[in-house]
């Protein structure tokens, strides 16, 4: 079974619309950190937040906002104001307790047009 | 500063030989980790390195595949006896710390290396 499930594959918005990429994990664990990365066209990629399981404060970092519940398993991830510079391939990904592997779930590719 | 860097940028070879995929982290980042992105796939996770030492090889895909790493730095990826399936992206990141203090700092990824298996 996925550890991490990201179930859009491909998402496409008109610039300045909101999007909300959703990731679904799965874990036995008390303790786990849950992680979002960007990929963009270029190719090189780039952490963008982690979040440890006893803090499910969401949080906002510019247009930038994360919705952890751990009633529902899920780690969204939201973009507000969509740009043409958001398009690109987001990764979530999940770390279990003993810290030492990772696991990604399969992507969700963004395009935002102008 | 320099960031991670990861060498050959591409590495073409035939079925059969061996590889070396070398990855140089930030100086100073005691945290090494080893991922794999085949063609429109998502990223694997691979090995970790804290240290020189790797608390598990489980992520490895196969025993063909192997990780070293040597003065807490430079670490090598080498895969005997290619396959076509392992063709991919080989992608480092370096950070911090790792373990449970590494999660709280940021990874930096290199541009990775390119590997086509004929």
């Known amino acids: 079974a996925q550890k991490v499930t990201q179930a859009q594959t491909e998402i496409s918005v008109v610039e300045k619309e909101d999007v909300t990429l959703d990731c679904v994990y799965e874990t036995r664990d008390t303790t786990y950190y849950l992680f979002w990365y960007k990929q963009p066209p270029s190719g090189e990629l780039v952490f963008l937040i982690r979040?440890?399981?006893?803090?499910?404060q969401n949080e906002i970092s510019g247009r930038y906002s994360w919705n952890f519940q751990k009633s529902t398993s899920s780690f969204n991830f939201t973009i507000t104001a969509s740009q043409v510079v958001d398009s690109a391939v987001y990764f979530c990904?999940?770390?279990?307790?003993?810290?030492?592997?990772?696991?990604f779930g399969s992507g969700t590719k963004l395009n935002v047009k102008p | 500063g320099a960031g991670v860097s990861q060498s050959p940028s591409n590495k073409v070879t035939e079925k059969g030989k061996d590889v070396e995929l070398r990855c140089d982290p930030i100086?100073?980042?005691?945290?090494l980790y080893w991922y794999r992105q085949s063609l429109g796939q998502g990223l694997e996770f691979l090995i970790y390195?804290?240290?020189?030492?790797?608390?598990?090889k489980s992520g490895l895909p196969s025993d063909r595949f192997s990780a070293e790493r040597t003065g807490g730095s430079v670490s090598t990826l080498t895969i005997q006896r290619t396959q076509q399936e392992d063709s991919a992206v080989y992608l480092c990141?370096?950070?911090?710390?790792?373990?449970?203090?590494?999660?709280?700092?940021?990874?930096?990824f290199g541009p990775g290396t390119r590997l086509t298996v004929l």
């Open positions: 979040r440890n399981s006893f803090d499910e």
């Open positions: 100086s100073g980042h005691t945290a």
């Open positions: 990904a999940l770390s279990e307790n003993n810290f030492n592997k990772f696991y």
């Open positions: 390195f804290q240290g020189n030492s790797a608390p598990d």
């Open positions: 990141a370096s950070s911090l710390g790792g373990g449970l203090a590494g999660l709280y700092n940021e990874q930096f």
